[in-house]
């Protein structure tokens, strides 16, 4: 049976070098996202280390994740507008790397500024690691095969999101929290590498001669329906499980298994693994991209209700892996959705705003987690699961079945 990968490309004559460009672009995106996600780890662990404060690691990620929105639009339009869009992602992720790597000798050594200072920069550039790369996507596999490609790029972020977080933890068992950033900062660089080394199709001589437009992408959201619909929708359910982590740990604590919080984690993580393979085996049709993207949030949802009702971890556990199960699949739908519905010159910037907006959400839903922490464990996971839950409902409703048309793109009716 053909893999993942091979299926994406299978029709085309240049199979095999499709195949191995498709896998070059998997794997730089899995070191540059790997990066992030053990960053939001390795950065409270290392503060706890140098300064004895956790407040200070939470402001160290905050820093990080906060600049993603206010740059978006910045980094999606110099990706819309280059004549070279693989070496601006891979310049702004060979700063994110060298952000990090810098934190190291900064933090506890220099004023406390300079290393929130050195953070936001890293912030600036993070747009390129998850937006700034999936918008390349399209190009890479061609659109009879985006579906596919897009849920491999799911994977490469859940695969990221267990990987980041491992590393943190193996390198700071076997030596330091400073070793544990520098082998992130390592890995960043060696994404960055593998992006310079794609071949990415530049835009149009007319567009490349345009100036950036800082607003252009956001007004494409909020003309486009479907787009502003999927792109509020996702952003308000972000807003519930930015705080997933959080809630784990009290509920695990709540039943007297702190220890299990990992367990509830990876599992959610298993779950969306398999959900991405599913995704790419048997992807939906691209016209109804909009659509599986809303339900499948409140497929997300769902599941974490029913968990704050059960007394049993273990049966907590499989709801919790029942809801990874729908990550994989509303991601791709999301990135298809995204793809098909902006106009190739504002594609970056719709994904890179749109990427930003939910890592936004993210930081916000932990802070209002922290408001929550007199609720009981039960309560916490319900307001997690309402938000994914009523945001689907809302997007379910406003959006009508999109019609295909001319050019290849899907827009409401």
Known sequence: MSSPVEQVTELDPGSHRDAARLSRYLVTALLARTADEGARVALVIFALERTGSAAVGGMLVATLLL?????????????????????????????FASALAATVALLGH?????????????GCCGPAVTGGLTSQLAALAGPAHEARAFALDSLSYTV?????????GLAVAYASPSAAIMALAVAGGLGALGVASLRLPAPSAGEQTRAVDLFQGAREIVRNRALRTITIATSIGQLGLGGLAVVATTLAAAAHQPSRAGLLLSVTAGGAFVGSLLWAWRPMPASRAPLVTVWAMVAVGVPLALAATVHSLSLAAALFA????????FAAALFLA???????????????????????????????????????????LLVVAAFPILAGVAGGVLLRRPRAVAGGHIDAC
Do not use: C, N
């Open 67 to 95: 600049p993603h929105v206010v740059a978006a639009p910045l980094v999606g339009g110099l990706v819309d507008r280059s004549r070279r869009p693989a070496a601006v992602l891979a310049a702004a992720i060979a700063v």
């Open 160 to 168: 990221a999101g267990m990987v980041g977080p491992a590393t943190v």
């Open 322 to 329: 029942l809801s990874g199960l729908f990550t994989g699949p």
């Open 338 to 380: 995204r793809s098909q519905l902006a106009a190739e010159a504002t594609r970056t910037q719709v994904f890179t705003i749109g990427a930003g907006l939910k890592v936004a959400a993210s930081a916000i839903g932990i802070g209002l987690l922290g408001l929550a922490t007199d609720l009981p464990a039960s309560a916490q």
């Open 110 to 122: 220099a004023p406390l500024w300079q290393t929130y200072l050195v953070l936001a920069i890293a």
